[in-house]
């Protein structure tokens, strides 16, 4: 019973920023990967930023958000947040939170319900 609440999204203006946040909850005792993907109107959903946690941690941002996302995380809080900066209308998407999250049913990926973000003058 692993759920993962997220909040951060809203309304922009091109060029601002928001900051996305995701808390992981339920009886976890380890996070293999954590990210935020996102599916804008009429595209297929695509990968914005992940952190594998495990065998020494790496982190991979989409082609598209490169220099302008970042992830960071907070351990003692199995929290997520999404740092969006330099927002453009393209970026306009419901931003998904995943987690790859163990417990006592094992190892599963796991699925915020989406925040909706919009950017727009």
């Known amino acids: 019973q692993v759920q993962l609440s997220e909040s951060g999204g809203g309304l922009v203006q091109p060029g601002g920023s928001l900051r996305l946040a995701c808390a992981a909850s339920g009886s976890i005792y380890r996070l293999n990967a954590m990210g935020w993907y996102r599916q804008a109107p009429g595209k297929q959903r695509e990968l914005v930023a992940v952190e594998v946690i495990v065998s020494g941690g790496t982190t991979t941002y989409g082609y598209s958000v490169q220099g302008r996302f970042t992830l960071s995380r907070d351990n003692s809080k199995n929290t997520l947040y999404l740092q969006m900066n330099s927002l453009k209308p393209e970026d306009t998407a419901v931003y998904y939170c995943?987690?790859?999250?163990?417990?006592?049913?094992?190892?599963?990926?796991?699925w915020g319900q989406g925040i909706q973000v919009t950017v727009s003058s």
């Open positions: 995943n987690a790859d999250a163990c417990s006592g049913n094992g190892c599963h990926a796991h």
